[in-house]
């Protein structure tokens, strides 16, 4: 631990009011970020506010060790990597402090998320230009490190363009705020004896000599490229008045911005804003056949008034193809393009922007380089940017381990040179034998370029090295800048000296050698760099750990590689107001722990260094997974689709095998066994399970939470009411056979539920079979007994696989029950051919009578013509594997029906996690941040309606309405 020893530790922790961890688990969440590299740290640190950062500064200065700022940790250079204290910012730092609307500033912490800022700048007329693809959880402080810009720069500039003031704590522990200075007030800085008076003094003394600014000129990027990131912005202090004559001030957040966390620790941020864009607007993407014919046009494209230029080649877009959230965002997409352009127009009325689509598609047509140009529209174009937002994390779908590797991802050169130059890279990738990824912002000459390569082989990294460094010196050819807007961090760091020159480089370790004298402040990025083919994320030429499991991970070459498939890309850090569904415990605690990404990156690290016989037997990984929902939210929402649901109910089943099952698991695993037996005493079990005394005991003994209220059962199973009715109402030629897998939650707990399905398809003129089907599995899989849920999917395949067709599909009404065919059953079921034959013909019940629907064979002439609102709220397993617009359509078919879907994500029950009493205060935390107030807002007479049975049950004791299944609404509806 750096020779710290733990007692300093907890002093320190004793210290702070926020938190100190030094475990071995928060350790190596907070040792990789979004690059190729690790470090573990020596604590991670989330301070509550100045006094806590100057108790760390202080301790860092005292302990010859360092601080590491950290917000999303979304870096792709390494910079939130180091062997100090990583400080994360993102839950305490995150107030939104002041605005001004007269001078169009605002003033916010740097946890604070860039659309949420934009969110809460909207009613103003205003908003903060610079937009990433991680800008959903991406925070401000963050941007301001990095120097970020995104794909509105070409309109709208970079981060440093927008930062006007940053009040900041130095390294001796002084508070100082940075702002513009006219000559005068600079020169009186300077003569401050203070650490802050010192630094101006060095920055006036170093940049002052004319000769030294012509240095700094001749061998900086070219000025005409506006993302350019590379060292220290002295390129951007002698622009001013300080140091010529010139109408620009002296702003040391120039120099701050981009400098990576390593100068001084910001507290607040100023920025400006600009009124918010044009409303009307439109995107042509144009479709190309070749790189090349793309990098033709954008010179020319670009003389358009465009609001973005953004690039995608097809390495990408057939990513796009096997991501179900990408899917749906990928309509536009006409044929098989190499590339795609997308161009976006916008103006202030629809008569302009169409003049401008005409002029912009009279251009392209002259030009007879793209062979398709669809024009988007509406919530197209927002699909389209979502589409190219997500190449970053697409990019972890590659399956194996070769992957698109980080290293010259950044580049960024002059418009004028772009053609040219992406040539010339394109032939030297040639010689490393390489076909890499193009992506990005076409429209200010960055592209971001991947090899792609296998980081675990030596060969591969020697690669690393060599390709870069190539890259480098070809970037510097054309003036062009190693880095546009991702950083230096540790990747490019080393090219620094080459890229600016060795005596401009010399300059930059004055500036941070004023700054930070005892190089506390995220040390060895920019300048004294780390190796950039050294402390990676995996051990080259390491034994590949072979790990055995029982769910089947063959098609992402096991259970490790599906870890591995995380690439820190943060999608599951974003917030309830950006919709979707990953991930809701995060959202509950602002935990990075409580990630999608901190479980993947714990299970790749144990399954990697662990020296145990088991792997999985760790208290670490058992926190980890503690409060994962199993909402497999992160299969589809994922770009990477790292499957978090299969990767915890392995892991339980691992665990347990060393460590027992312990009698609560087993409780809620066997409950529909426990159903069974209650039921035949349905009028006792139902009133010791509502009396408060009785039900009180049972809480107790279960460890269920006291203020859950506890299911009740069916007078009749669903197997014994189905023998009563019996298709007695359908008619001989009835229009097809429908097979209804009589799950374990219907059969003992909903079965009116299932009464009404049956009656509904009758009198449709379905005729519904049923077998005595084994139960899902379900409740086995959320509890980790695997071997138990794995002979169940095996009885059922074998009874249903000779009766599932196309023309007699299996349909099901709880959509965790039913949807473990198409998902779990495929990695339990050794008869893999039978299983996805099944899985083929399975659908949601509102997923058939949806298809009935289209196919004309249910009308809307059958149903009333009442009026009613409906409110309805989707199960996570229904989001993630099939849709909610099944559920929707089905709603809707009434015609005075009017449905709307509420943008709920995770309900928070999650079968039995809701109930259990050490998880039922996150539980409803989940449920408040957006169903719950919803639900309350909704009035009486709307009916409130969701197709899981968990989510019906936290529905009523979250608000104490009662929702109905969309069938039951749907039968009583029939005429």
Same mark, same amino acid.
């Given at each position: 631990m750096?020779n710290?020893n733990?007692?300093k530790?907890?002093?320190?922790n004793?210290d702070?009011?926020g938190? *100190?961890?030094?475990?071995?688990?928060?350790?190596?969440?907070? =040792?990789?970020d979004?690059s190729v590299?690790?470090?573990l740290p020596?604590?991670?640190?989330?301070?509550?506010?100045?006094?806590?950062?100057?108790?760390?500064?202080?301790?860092?200065k005292n302990?010859n060790?360092?601080l590491?700022?950290?917000?999303?940790?979304?870096?792709?250079?390494g910079?939130?990597?180091g062997?100090?204290?990583?400080v994360?910012?993102?839950?305490?730092f995150?107030?939104?402090?002041?605005?001004?609307?007269?001078?169009?500033?605002v003033?916010v912490?740097?946890?604070?998320?860039?659309?949420?800022?934009?969110?809460?700048?909207?009613?103003?007329?205003?908003f903060?230009?610079?937009?990433?693809?991680?800008?959903n959880?991406?925070?401000?402080?963050? +941007?301001?490190?990095?120097?970020?810009?995104?794909?509105?720069?070409?309109?709208?500039?970079?981060?440093r363009?927008?930062?006007i003031?940053l009040?900041?704590i130095?390294?001796d522990g002084?508070?100082?705020?940075?702002?513009?200075?006219?000559?005068?007030e600079?020169?009186?800085?300077?003569?401050l004896?203070t650490?802050e008076?010192?630094i101006?003094?060095?920055?006036?003394?170093?940049?002052?000599?004319?000769?030294?600014?012509k240095?700094?000129? @001749?061998?900086f990027?070219?000025?005409?490229?506006?993302?350019?990131?590379?060292?220290? /912005?002295?390129?951007e202090?002698i622009k001013s008045?300080v140091f010529?004559s010139?109408?620009l001030?002296f702003?040391?957040c120039n120099l701050?911005?981009?400098s990576?966390?390593? *100068?001084?620790?910001?507290?607040e941020?100023?920025?400006q804003?600009?009124?918010?864009?044009?409303t009307e607007?439109a995107?042509v993407a144009?479709?190309?056949?070749?790189?090349?014919?793309c990098m033709?046009s954008?010179?020319h494209?670009m003389?358009?008034?465009?609001h973005a230029?953004e +690039?995608?080649?097809?390495?990408?877009?057939?990513?796009?193809?096997h991501?179900?959230?990408q899917?749906?965002?990928?309509?536009?997409?006409?044929?098989?393009p190499?590339a795609?352009? +997308?161009?976006e127009?916008s103006a202030?009325?629809?008569?302009l922007?169409? *003049?401008?689509?005409d002029?912009?598609?009279?251009t392209?047509s002259?030009l007879?380089l793209s062979? /398709?140009?669809?024009?988007?529209?509406?919530?197209d174009?927002?699909?389209?940017f979502?589409l190219?937002?997500?190449?970053l994390?697409?990019?972890?779908?590659?399956?194996?381990d070769?992957k698109a590797?980080?290293?010259i991802e950044?580049?960024?050169?002059a418009? $004028?040179d772009?053609?040219?130059?992406?040539?010339e890279f394109?032939?030297?990738?040639?010689t490393?034998?390489q076909n890499?990824?193009y992506y990005a912002?076409?429209?200010?000459?960055?592209?971001?370029?991947?090899?792609?390569?296998?980081?675990?082989?030596?060969?591969?990294?020697?690669?690393?090295?060599?390709?870069t460094?190539a890259? =480098?010196q070809l970037v510097?050819?054309y003036?062009?800048?190693?880095?546009?807007e991702?950083g230096?961090?540790?990747?490019?760091?080393?090219?620094?000296p080459?890229?600016?020159?060795?005596? %401009?480089?010399?300059i930059?370790?004055q500036?941070k050698?004023?700054?930070?004298p005892?190089?506390?402040?995220n040390p060895h990025?920019?300048?004294?760099?780390?190796?950039?083919?050294?402390?990676?994320r995996?051990e080259p030429?390491?034994?590949?750990r072979?790990i055995?499991?029982l769910? @089947?991970f063959?098609?992402?070459e096991?259970?490790l590689?599906?870890?591995?498939?995380?690439n820190?890309?943060g999608?599951?850090?974003k917030?309830?107001e950006?919709?979707?569904?990953?991930?809701?415990?995060?959202?509950?605690?602002k935990?990075?722990?409580?990630?999608?990404?901190?479980?993947a990156?714990?299970?790749?690290?144990?399954?990697?260094?662990s020296?145990?016989?088991?792997?999985?037997?760790?208290?670490?990984?058992?926190?980890?997974?503690?409060?994962?929902?199993?909402?497999k939210?992160?299969?589809s929402?994922?770009?990477s689709?790292?499957?978090?649901?299969a990767?915890?109910a392995?892991?339980?089943?691992?665990y347990?095998?060393a460590?027992?099952v312990p009698?609560?698991?087993?409780?809620f695993?066997y409950?529909?066994k426990?159903n069974g037996?209650?039921?035949?005493?349905p009028?006792l079990t139902?009133f010791?399970?509502?009396?408060?005394?009785?039900?009180?005991i049972?809480?107790?003994?279960?460890?269920?939470?006291?203020e859950?209220s506890l299911?009740?059962?069916?007078?009749n199973?669903l197997?014994?009411e189905?023998?009563l009715s019996?298709?007695?109402?359908?008619?001989e030629n009835?229009?097809?056979?429908v097979?209804?897998?009589?799950?374990?939650f219907t059969n003992?707990?909903d079965?009116?539920?299932?009464?009404?399905?049956?009656e509904?398809?009758n009198?449709?003129n379905?005729?519904?079979?049923?077998i005595?089907? =084994?139960?899902?599995?379900r409740?086995?899989l959320?509890?980790?007994?695997v071997? $138990?849920a794995k002979?169940?999917a095996?009885?059922?395949?074998?009874k249903?696989?000779?009766?599932?067709?196309?023309?007699?599909?299996?349909?099901?009404?709880?959509?965790?029950?039913?949807l473990?065919?198409?998902?779990?059953?495929?990695? *339990?079921v @050794?008869?893999?051919d039978?299983?996805?034959?099944?899985?083929?013909?399975t659908l949601?019940?509102e997923?058939f009578i949806q298809?009935?629907?289209?196919?004309?064979?249910?009308?809307?002439e059958?149903?009333t013509?009442e009026s009613?609102a409906?409110k309805?709220?989707?199960?996570?397993?229904?989001?993630?594997?099939?849709?909610?617009?099944?559920?929707?359509?089905?709603? %809707?078919?009434?015609?005075n029906?009017?449905?709307?879907?509420?943008p709920?994500?995770?309900?928070?029950?999650?079968?039995s996690?809701g109930?259990?009493k $050490?998880h039922?205060?996150v539980? +409803?935390?989940?449920? $408040?941040?957006?169903?719950f107030?919803?639900?309350?807002?909704?009035?009486?007479?709307?009916?409130i309606?969701?197709?899981?049975?968990?989510?019906?049950?936290?529905?009523?004791?979250?608000?104490?309405?009662?929702a109905?299944?969309?069938?039951s609404?749907?039968k009583?509806?029939l005429?």
């Amino acid at each position: 631990m750096l020779n710290v020893n733990l007692g300093k530790l907890k002093k320190l922790n004793s210290d702070l009011e926020g938190e *100190l961890h030094f475990d071995d688990l928060m350790r190596k969440l907070y =040792a990789t970020d979004a690059s190729v590299y690790r470090k573990l740290p020596l604590a991670v640190a989330l301070p509550k506010h100045k006094k806590d950062l100057k108790s760390l500064i202080n301790f860092a200065k005292n302990n010859n060790t360092s601080l590491i700022p950290r917000t999303a940790g979304t870096s792709l250079a390494g910079q939130c990597v180091g062997e100090g204290i990583v400080v994360d910012v993102s839950k305490y730092f995150t107030r939104i402090l002041d605005i001004n609307e007269s001078e169009k500033t605002v003033t916010v912490q740097p946890g604070v998320v860039r659309d949420e800022l934009n969110n809460y700048l909207k009613p103003f007329g205003l908003f903060f230009g610079p937009n990433t693809s991680t800008s959903n959880r991406c925070m401000i402080g963050g +941007m301001v490190g990095n120097n970020s810009s995104g794909t509105t720069s070409i309109q709208y500039g970079v981060t440093r363009d927008k930062v006007i003031r940053l009040k900041t704590i130095l390294s001796d522990g002084s508070e100082v705020e940075f702002s513009d200075l006219t000559p005068e007030e600079f020169h009186q800085k300077t003569k401050l004896n203070t650490l802050e008076g010192h630094i101006y003094k060095t920055i006036y003394d170093t940049l002052q000599p004319e000769a030294i600014q012509k240095q700094i000129k @001749d061998n900086f990027p070219k000025p005409t490229i506006h993302r350019r990131n590379t060292g220290y /912005a002295i390129d951007e202090l002698i622009k001013s008045d300080v140091f010529l004559s010139s109408s620009l001030g002296f702003n040391m957040c120039n120099l701050l911005a981009g400098s990576e966390g390593t *100068l001084a620790f910001t507290t607040e941020i100023t920025l400006q804003l600009d009124d918010l864009p044009p409303t009307e607007n439109a995107m042509v993407a144009l479709h190309f056949n070749s790189i090349e014919r793309c990098m033709k046009s954008v010179s020319h494209v670009m003389k358009h008034n465009l609001h973005a230029c953004e +690039m995608m080649d097809d390495s990408i877009l057939n990513l796009t193809k096997h991501n179900k959230t990408q899917q749906q965002n990928r309509t536009f997409i006409e044929g098989n393009p190499v590339a795609i352009l +997308m161009c976006e127009l916008s103006a202030h009325s629809s008569k302009l922007l169409e *003049l401008e689509i005409d002029a912009f598609l009279q251009t392209v047509s002259h030009l007879n380089l793209s062979y /398709a140009q669809p024009v988007l529209r509406g919530a197209d174009i927002n699909k389209a940017f979502e589409l190219r937002k997500a190449g970053l994390g697409l990019l972890g779908n590659i399956i194996g381990d070769k992957k698109a590797v980080a290293c010259i991802e950044d580049t960024a050169v002059a418009l $004028e040179d772009l053609e040219d130059y992406i040539s010339e890279f394109t032939a030297l990738m040639t010689t490393f034998n390489q076909n890499a990824v193009y992506y990005a912002h076409a429209g200010a000459g960055e592209l971001h370029l991947r090899p792609i390569l296998d980081l675990k082989q030596k060969e591969d990294v020697q690669l690393f090295r060599e390709i870069t460094t190539a890259v =480098a010196q070809l970037v510097k050819k054309y003036n062009g800048s190693m880095s546009g807007e991702h950083g230096d961090g540790i990747v490019r760091a080393e090219f620094i000296p080459l890229m600016i020159g060795t005596a %401009n480089y010399e300059i930059l370790k004055q500036i941070k050698s004023v700054f930070d004298p005892q190089n506390i402040f995220n040390p060895h990025k920019i300048v004294d760099a780390y190796a950039m083919d050294e402390n990676l994320r995996y051990e080259p030429n390491r034994e590949e750990r072979q790990i055995e499991t029982l769910l @089947d991970f063959s098609s992402s070459e096991g259970i490790l590689r599906e870890a591995e498939k995380c690439n820190g890309s943060g999608d599951c850090r974003k917030l309830p107001e950006f919709g979707g569904t990953m991930c809701p415990s995060y959202r509950a605690t602002k935990d990075e722990k409580d990630t999608t990404r901190a479980r993947a990156n714990a299970l790749r690290e144990f399954l990697t260094n662990s020296e145990k016989a088991n792997k999985f037997n760790h208290e670490e990984l058992k926190d980890v997974f503690d409060l994962c929902l199993s909402c497999k939210a992160c299969s589809s929402e994922c770009p990477s689709s790292v499957n978090v649901a299969a990767l915890k109910a392995e892991f339980q089943y691992q665990y347990q095998q060393a460590n027992g099952v312990p009698f609560r698991t087993k409780l809620f695993a066997y409950n529909n066994k426990i159903n069974g037996y209650a039921s035949r005493v349905p009028k006792l079990t139902n009133f010791m399970f509502s009396n408060g005394f009785t039900s009180s005991i049972i809480k107790s003994v279960g460890g269920i939470a006291k203020e859950r209220s506890l299911p009740l059962i069916s007078n009749n199973s669903l197997y014994k009411e189905f023998e009563l009715s019996k298709n007695k109402i359908v008619k001989e030629n009835y229009i097809k056979e429908v097979f209804l897998f009589n799950d374990e939650f219907t059969n003992h707990l909903d079965t009116e539920i299932g009464v009404d399905a049956i009656e509904l398809l009758n009198r449709l003129n379905y005729k519904v079979s049923m077998i005595s089907n =084994a139960e899902s599995g379900r409740a086995m899989l959320s509890k980790g007994l695997v071997a $138990e849920a794995k002979k169940m999917a095996i009885e059922n395949v074998s009874k249903f696989k000779n009766l599932i067709t196309e023309d007699t599909p299996l349909i099901g009404i709880e959509p965790s029950a039913i949807l473990s065919f198409k998902d779990e059953y495929l990695r *339990l079921v @050794d008869d893999k051919d039978s299983a996805q034959s099944i899985a083929n013909n399975t659908l949601l019940i509102e997923e058939f009578i949806q298809q009935e629907i289209e196919l004309g064979n249910i009308k809307t002439e059958q149903f009333t013509k009442e009026s009613k609102a409906i409110k309805f709220h989707g199960h996570c397993h229904q989001k993630a594997l099939a849709n909610q617009k099944s559920s929707f359509d089905v709603l %809707n078919i009434p015609e005075n029906y009017n449905v709307t879907i509420i943008p709920s994500g995770c309900c928070g029950m999650a079968g039995s996690f809701g109930y259990e009493k $050490e998880h039922y205060e996150v539980s +409803m935390q989940i449920g $408040e941040q957006t169903l719950f107030p919803v639900v309350r807002k909704t009035s009486k007479d709307t009916c409130i309606s969701a197709n899981g049975t968990s989510c019906r049950h936290q529905i009523k004791d979250g608000t104490g309405r009662v929702a109905k299944h969309p069938i039951s609404i749907l039968k009583d509806a029939l005429l």
